[in-house]
């Protein structure tokens, strides 16, 4: 059996996401590593940080970016198209430039890819998630937050990374174009990896937040819709009271701990108190939604309440 990591992005580095910790999570049960890296500004060192890993399993793919001709966020699944089609394995295991996986479950994460191995009708894993929040100690686990997505796939050539590359879909006779198309697709069915994926995206400083939101806007709406949004114009990104999000009372992966010394925007964050008025007010911390969430953690376990959920979950 063999097991093939893979990533993409573009300026990860300049924009605060940890890809160096992402690809060190997991390479030690990846036969080899495949990172489809856009052309970055000048100024930017993702390159440098993927090459200080030393490890001849990684291999970089250099890629030009092209939004207009996948717009609406369709590069960011173009381009993780690019990585999966590098890949060899059996098992292909994707993680973001901001996710990371902990090195207690590789081991069961390994042993679950050969117990399926030659099971068929599994066609991927689906892992649950921690969305941090301003800071390491708090997260997501909302009704507004996807709490499960698929990260291990079949090398199959009908499976595509889909819309703006959260998750893979069937897409048999895929013309490579239109990443958000809905017929003519097919959920994949999976297993649960029984694991967790540490979401880091949106633990940055609030000037670095900021930016970040204002790249990922514009690949999904455009230049001229970011240049006139009013929530751009702010130059610091207010995360809001952090008591109305979750505590994290767990471990993080060993590969952050240093990442995580570069900490020093505590003083920027609220941890308390009301809700700025000079804001839209984040999806969490809506009444509705907050309620919901409650009813979801406390009477249901963590199940969601409806939702959308991209998978077919199997019974095994």
């Known amino acids: 059996m063999k097991i093939s990591g893979f990533t993409m992005g573009k300026n990860v580095s300049k924009l605060y996401y940890p890809i160096r910790q992402a690809i060190e999570s997991i390479l030690p049960i990846c036969d080899e590593f495949v990172v489809a890296l856009g052309?970055?500004?000048?100024?930017?060192?993702?390159?440098?940080e993927i090459l200080?890993?030393?490890?001849?399993?990684?291999?970089?793919?250099?890629?030009?970016?092209?939004?207009?001709?996948?717009?609406?966020?369709?590069?960011?699944a173009h381009q993780t198209d690019?990585?999966?089609?590098?890949?060899?394995?059996?098992?292909?295991?994707?993680v973001q430039a901001d996710e990371v996986v902990h090195?207690?479950?590789?081991?069961?994460?390994?042993?679950?890819?050969e117990k399926y191995l030659n099971d068929k009708e599994v066609e991927g894993f689906v892992f649950d998630y921690y969305h941090f929040w301003g800071d390491y100690n708090h997260y997501h686990f909302s009704h507004k937050w996807y709490k499960h997505e698929i990260r291990i796939i079949r090398n199959d050539?009908?499976?595509?990374?889909?819309?703006?590359?959260?998750?893979?879909?069937?897409?048999?006779?895929?013309?490579?174009?239109n990443y958000r198309q809905q017929e003519g697709t097919f959920k994949l069915k999976v297993v649960k990896a029984n694991a967790h994926i540490y979401h880091y995206g949106w633990v940055r400083p609030p000037r670095l937040m900021r930016t970040k939101n204002k790249a990922l806007d514009t690949i999904h709406k455009g230049k001229e819709?970011?240049?006139?949004?009013?929530?751009?114009?702010?130059?610091?990104y207010d995360y809001g009271p952090l008591d109305r999000v979750q505590i994290f009372k767990g471990s993080?992966?060993?590969?952050?701990?240093?990442?995580?010394?570069?900490?020093?925007?505590?003083?920027e964050l609220q941890y308390s108190g009301p809700i700025s008025e000079m804001r839209k007010k984040h999806k969490h911390e809506h009444i509705r939604y907050r309620v919901l969430t409650w009813i979801e953690n406390n009477l249901l376990g963590g199940r969601n309440l409806g939702g959308f959920k991209n998978y077919i979950l199997l019974r095994r």
């Open 39 to 48: 052309n970055s500004d000048e100024d930017d060192q993702s390159r440098q």
């Open 252 to 267: 993080h992966p060993a590969v952050m701990k240093e990442w995580m010394k570069k900490f020093d925007w505590a003083d």
């Open 225 to 236: 819709w970011v240049e006139n949004a009013a929530q751009h114009k702010a130059e610091l």
């Open 157 to 177: 050539a009908e499976i595509h990374s889909w819309e703006s590359a959260q998750s893979f879909r069937r897409i048999p006779g895929f013309e490579g174009l």
């Open 103 to 113: 090195e207690k479950d590789l081991p069961f994460i390994r042993q679950n890819c």
């Open 82 to 94: 690019i990585a999966k089609s590098y890949c060899t394995g059996d098992w292909l295991f994707y």
């Open 52 to 76: 200080a890993i030393n490890s001849p399993k990684i291999r970089i793919i250099d890629t030009v970016w092209d939004i207009e001709k996948y717009p609406r966020g369709m590069e960011n």
